[in-house]
């Protein structure tokens, strides 16, 4: 469609190239298959979750038929147990160094990484995004900078559902490394609009509402949308070898332009004079860059080159399960929808025979029962007697109560088991036991292989935990000076920063940390009290090995203990240290005098022997 008839209230001159592209593009995004695909699904699967698995219309129904609506949620259970599995086990983003000289800048990385991720709640926050990836099958773990304070700004970073943001529907790449831009609501009051942004005209935005234009107001809340885009753009860059770095840069050609005067004018020297430096050759290519806009339909709010030196987008996607055909996301829970739905029923049809099932018909001969009418208001009471006419015992009986079909216990036990088969949640997993006597090798193996059925949720959700800290580490780089970073490190990190006290990347000792681009890699470590208390009993058993070669301190922090503990023990273990040491000094002073004491004597002996050979000569030659 012709971009007139789709935005005929849009001026092109007043509105750069970028903007009306982003509209454009949020509108047909939003609109695409794998996106409406995806936000009609989510609610149903967060209703089916939490346990609201009828709409309106069935539960109408069954009021009118007068029958139980009973929900038996066979979901939540499987649900949770499969975020426990996520929860269970901490991990805690690793650096990494790639080459031996990099160790020092990865265990000040690491340090510095391991501070952030607990200060932030890293871990936890990661983990809040498997739980609605489980659910409903996408979510967001998204960056930014809080600059409220704008000389001391914050990493920050926060969930967004996954009807909060928008990607590209051409997207097959779980990273969004394919993907042409990221779109993320956020729907404000009126209040916040113009503390923040006085010039948007709000009124415009209630009138721009139409087929073909995207929503930027919400009439029943009344909430106005600010739409934050980044997206991809080929621009073209001029790469060359930096004469003063000896690196292959590249920078756009005006800045290359300006690069080059600088160049020309030449450089200060220490003598006073400027040393002029040839302009390098160059080459041209197309790159693709990461931009953003903030945008809110026809205002421009800010834009530009994204301030991240991280190259993608400051989002990391988690995903459970994918439908290629229509490249949407889903979760486990929509698998089990249909099993559960059967459930349902057949239960609820179970519970209305039982209600609703005749007893047995009491048949009889006229007169024969004395008390009928009795019988007809009392008959369910324990201390009722059936009082019957003299030799009409053969002529009162009762006709048995129709059997309950077994065909409602085989169709439940094969819905339970499809649930079980389609979300890779069996019994064993549920921790329900089989048997008494199986062998506990085997119930392992079971589990083992019920959590192979689940390895791609737990492998995106690992992919996803990794680009994650990629992403912090990259903002801690850019973001945290090298000062904090010592002071969050203490004495390890002065340490490691004076190894070589060296900022310039061409000498050796290079421990600047806002580098290390391609010389650190992000890893996980598995955090929890077991592998602790691990790590402590090995340093325990190599320092009673090797008496004095480890101090009690680095034990101890291994070592699930009150910090007054730990430090007790470590006083007195350096108060040991210092009266052994003082007994140390004590033998060697001893040792001293005595090798003086035993010098002075041999000197003496050596005197007395020369003095008496003197006296012999001298009497030899009288």
Known sequence: MPKAERLP??????????????????????????????????????????????????????????????????????????????????????????????????????????????????????????????????????????????????????????????????????????????????????????????????????????????????????????????????????????????????????????????????????????QVIPVPAFYDSMVQQTHYMLFSDLFTIEGGVSPYNYKHFPGVLFGAYKDDEENSWFGAVRAMLDPQISLNTMRRQLLHLLQTLPKGILKHEIGAILNIEEYEKRSADPSFHLEMAKGAFEKVGFEKQPPISPIYQRFDATMSQSMKDTSGIQDDLMGIQQTSREPGITVQARQQSGIAVLYILFDNFRQSRLESGRIYMSLIQQYVKAPEIIRIEGEKGKMLMQINTQMNPESEGFNDISAGEYDLEIDEQVENSTLRLAIAQMLADFSQNNPGSIPPGIIMDYANLPFSVKEAVQKAWEEAQLREQENIDADRALKIVELSLKHNVEQEKIAASVEAAKQTKEKTND
């Open 9 to 274: 209230f849009v001026d092109e001159k007043k509105i750069s190239p970028d903007h009306l592209m982003l509209i454009e593009r949020l509108n047909d995004w939003e609109n695409s298959t794998p996106e409406t695909s995806f936000r009609n699904a989510a609610p149903v699967d967060y209703r089916f979750y939490a346990g609201k698995q009828d709409n309106a219309m069935v539960l109408a129904i069954l009021a009118e038929q007068n029958r139980p609506a009973s929900v038996f949620n066979e979901i939540k259970p499987k649900i949770d147990m499969l975020i426990g599995m996520a929860a269970q086990t901490k991990f805690q983003p690793d650096v990494v160094p790639t080459g031996k000289e990099d160790e020092p800048l990865a265990e000040l990385m690491k340090g510095a990484l391991a501070h952030y991720s607990k200060k932030s709640k890293f871990v936890n926050k990661c983990v809040d995004c498997f739980q609605h990836v489980v659910k409903v099958g996408r979510s967001m773990l998204y960056f930014y900078i809080d600059t409220q304070n704008p000389f001391k700004p914050v990493i920050k970073m926060k969930r967004l559902p996954g009807t909060n943001f928008i990607v590209d529907p051409q997207s097959i790449e779980y990273d969004m490394s394919d993907g042409r831009g990221l779109f993320i609501d956020k729907w404000m009051t009126e209040a916040d609009i113009k503390a923040f942004w006085p010039h948007i005209q709000l009124e415009q935005l209630q009138s721009h509402v139409g087929q073909g234009y995207p929503l930027f107001w919400n009439e029943q809340d009344d909430l106005y949308r600010v739409v934050e885009a980044w997206y991809r753009k080929w621009v073209k860059m001029r790469w060359f070898i930096n004469p003063l770095t000896g690196k292959e840069e590249s920078l756009t050609i005006k800045e290359f332009r300006q690069f080059a005067e600088v160049l020309k004018a030449g450089i200060p020297m220490e003598n006073g004079k400027n």
